[in-house]
C-alpha cells in the first residue's frame, strides 16, 4: 500500500458496521420477518465464529493462564433469594424520563451524561459529580431539577416538557410452577456474577483452591434495558464473561490495580490501538463497591465501556451469609485467620467485545489509480479470532485443480476452520474473503501440479507469495493460532 493509499483508509460509521454485519452474515436483527424484537440480536455463521473465537480467548486467558483461576458454568434461573441478597430486587434500576410531546423514554443519568460530555472538562465533570451525588441520595425530584436547570431538551421533539423521574426496576421475571397457586416468582439473571458467589464453597472445596483465587464464567444476562439503542452495544440478552477473584480482606486495592492493568493489555493484545482504549473511573459507586473502574473504548459514537473492573469488598459474600444462614467462610491457614474473602471482579460483555472488535477492524480504502481507482472493503481482523483461518481456491474447475485443492482443504480442516470456493473468478472469491475477514487465501494453480507450492494471498496487504504445500498447514497454524495473542499477555 502506498502513502496516498493509506490516507485514504477510513474507519466506518455505525451504520455502515451494521449493514456490512447483516449483509455478510455477522448479526441480524432477531425475529427479523416479524419486524424484529427491539434490542435483540441472533449472531449469523460468520458472527458466531468470531463471538466463539472471542469467548474461548479470554476463558483460554483467564483458566489456561492463570493456575489460580477455575471456570463454572452457572443456571440462568437462581433462588430468588439470591437477588435479595445482591441488592437488586431493591436496587437494580436505572431513573428513568419521558418527554410528553415526542412519548420518547430516556436514562435520565444517560441525558445529563450526555449534556456533560458537551459542556467545558471543568463543567461536566461538575455536573456529573452532582448527579452522581443526586442518584447517591435517591432525589429524583432533584435529578428532574437537574435536567431543567441545564435546559436539556428531547432530541425527537426539541421541547423540556419532561414528566417525573421514576426508577425502574431492569430485572426480567417470569413464574416457576405449572399451576398459579403453587407458582412462584423467579428472575432471568441480570449478571453472571451471582452464579460464581453463591458457589463460592463448592468450587473453593471441590478444586482445592487457596486465596487469592479466581472463578471464571461465561454466559448469558438480562436487563430490559429502558432504551435500547447502538446495535448490539446495550441488548436486553446479551452475554457476559465475568472473573470473580477472591482476596484476603485489605489486599483488594492491590489486586484491583493488578486486573485493572491486566486487562487493558489484554484488549492491546487483542490489536486494540492503545489511542482508542481508556479507564474512566466512576463518579457513582453501586452499593456493593469501593472502587470502580470501566475500559473504555472508542466506538464510532464515541468513547464507552466495554469492561467493568470492581472492587466488590465482602459485600456478597457477606450478604449472602447473612440471607442463607450458611457461613461463607475461609479458613487461612498461612495466617490461621477465618474470614470472608474480599472481590475484585472483571467484567466484560461478550457482545460489546464482539462490537469493538468489528468496528476496529472495518476498513475501507481506496486501492488503483485513475479510472482503475476503486473502494476495497475488508475487516482487518486479528487472524487468531477470525471467523475463517484460510479459504482455498483452485484458480480453474478443471485439469485436476479442484481435486489438488480438496486434498489440501481436508488436511488443513482436521485443525482450522477453512473454506473451499470454487464458483467465481478469483478475484471476486479474494474480496468475497476481505470482507468477512479471512487473513490468508490459498490459490491452487497450474504451477501447484508440478511443483507441489500454492501461492498464499495476505488479506491486509493484498501481496501474494508462493510456499510449498508441505509447509502451509504449519505456517497457518502458527499464524492463526491464540499463541500469537496469548504470548503478548
Ligand atoms: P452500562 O453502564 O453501559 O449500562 P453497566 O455498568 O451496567 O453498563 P456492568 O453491570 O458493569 O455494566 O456489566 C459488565 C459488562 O457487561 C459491561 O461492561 C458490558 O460490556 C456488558 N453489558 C452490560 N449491560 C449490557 C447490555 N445491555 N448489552 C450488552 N452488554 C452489556
Known amino acids: 500500500m502506498n502513502a496516498t493509499q493509506e490516507k485514504a483508509t477510513t474507519e466506518g460509521s455505525l451504520k455502515q458496521v451494521i449493514a456490512h454485519a447483516k449483509e455478510y452474515g455477522f448479526v441480524f436483527p432477531s ?54 441478597a445482591s441488592g437488586h430486587v431493591d436496587g437494580f434500576s436505572d431513573p428513568m424520563i419521558d418527554n410528553k410531546d415526542s412519548k420518547k423514554r430516556y436514562r435520565a443519568d444517560v441525558l445529563i451524561e450526555e449534556h456533560a460530555a458537551k459542556l467545558t472538562p471543568e463543567a461536566g465533570l461538575a455536573l456529573e459529580k452532582e448527579l452522581a451525588r443526586l442518584l447517591e441520595a435517591d432525589d429524583l425530584s432533584g435529578v428532574l431539577a437537574l435536567i431543567v436547570r441545564e435546559n436539556i431538551k428531547c432530541p425527537v421533539s426539541g421541547t423540556a416538557n419532561w414528566t417525573d423521574v421514576r426508577q425502574f426496576n431492569l430485572m426480567f421475571s417470569t413464574q416457576v410452577g405449572s399451576v398459579a397457586e403453587d407458582s412462584s416468582t423467579i428472575y432471568l439473571r441480570p449478571e453472571t456474577a451471582q452464579g460464581i458467589f453463591v458457589n463460592f464453597l463448592n468450587v473453593q472445596k471441590s478444586a482445592r483452591m487457596k486465596v487469592p483465587f479466581g472463578i471464571a464464567q461465561i454466559g448469558k444476562a438480562f436487563r430490559n434495558e429502558i432504551v435500547a439503542r447502538q446495535f448490539i452495544f446495550r441488548m436486553r440478552e446479551f452475554e457476559q464473561m465475568e472473573m470473580q477473584f477472591f482476596v484476603r480482606p485489605g489486599e483488594e486495592m492491590t489486586w484491583y490495580q493488578h486486573w485493572k492493568a491486566t486487562r487493558l493489555n489484554w484488549h492491546k493484545a487483542l490489536g486494540i490501538p492503545e489511542n482508542k482504549l481508556r479507564f474512566h473511573d466512576h463518579e457513582k459507586l453501586a452499593h456493593y463497591a469501593n472502587a470502580a473502574v470501566d475500559i473504555e473504548f472508542e466506538f464510532p459514537f464515541g468513547f464507552k465501556e466495554i469492561e467493568g473492573i470492581h472492587s466488590r469488598t465482602d459485600f456478597d459474600l457477606k450478604s449472602h451469609q447473612e440471607y442463607s444462614g450458611k457461613k461463607q467462610q475461609y479458613f487461612d491457614s498461612e495466617i490461621n485467620q477465618n474470614y470472608v474473602p474480599y472481590v475484585v471482579e472483571t467484567s466484560v460483555g461478550a457482545d460489546r467485545l464482539f462490537l469493538m472488535t468489528l468496528c476496529n477492524a472495518y476498513t475501507e480504502e481506496l486501492v488503483g489509480e485513475g479510472e482503475q481507482q476503486k473502494l476495497r472493503t475488508y475487516l482487518k481482523l486479528n487472524p487468531a479470532v477470525a471467523p475463517i483461518k484460510a479459504a482455498i481456491f483452485p484458480v480453474t474447475k478443471k485439469d485436476g485443480l479442484p481435486e489438488k485443492a480438496r486434498l489440501i482443504f481436508d488436511d488443513l480442516r482436521l485443525d482450522m476452520k477453512v473454506i473451499y470456493e470454487e464458483k467465481d473468478n478469483i478475484g471476486k472469491r479474494y474480496a468475497r474473503q476481505d470482507l468477512i475477514g479471512t487473513p490468508f487465501c490459498i490459490a491452487v494453480d497450474y504451477q501447484s501440479l508440478e511443483d507441489d507450492t500454492v501461492t498464499i494471498r495476505y488479506r491486509d496487504s493484498t501481496l501474494q507469495e508462493r510456499i510449498a504445500i508441505k509447509d502451509l498447514k504449519a505456517k497457518l497454524m502458527a499464524e492463526t493460532s491464540f499463541n500469537t495473542i496469548l504470548s503478548k499477555l
Open 31 to 84: 425475529s427479523e420477518i416479524y419486524d424484529g424484537l427491539s434490542a435483540v440480536y441472533d449472531y449469523g455463521p460468520f458472527g458466531v465464529e468470531l463471538k466463539n473465537n472471542l469467548k474461548a480467548l479470554w476463558w483460554k486467558t483467564m483458566t489456561q493462564l492463570n493456575d489460580n483461576i477455575v471456570g463454572i458454568d452457572a443456571s440462568i434461573f437462581m433462588h430468588p433469594t439470591t437477588w435479595k
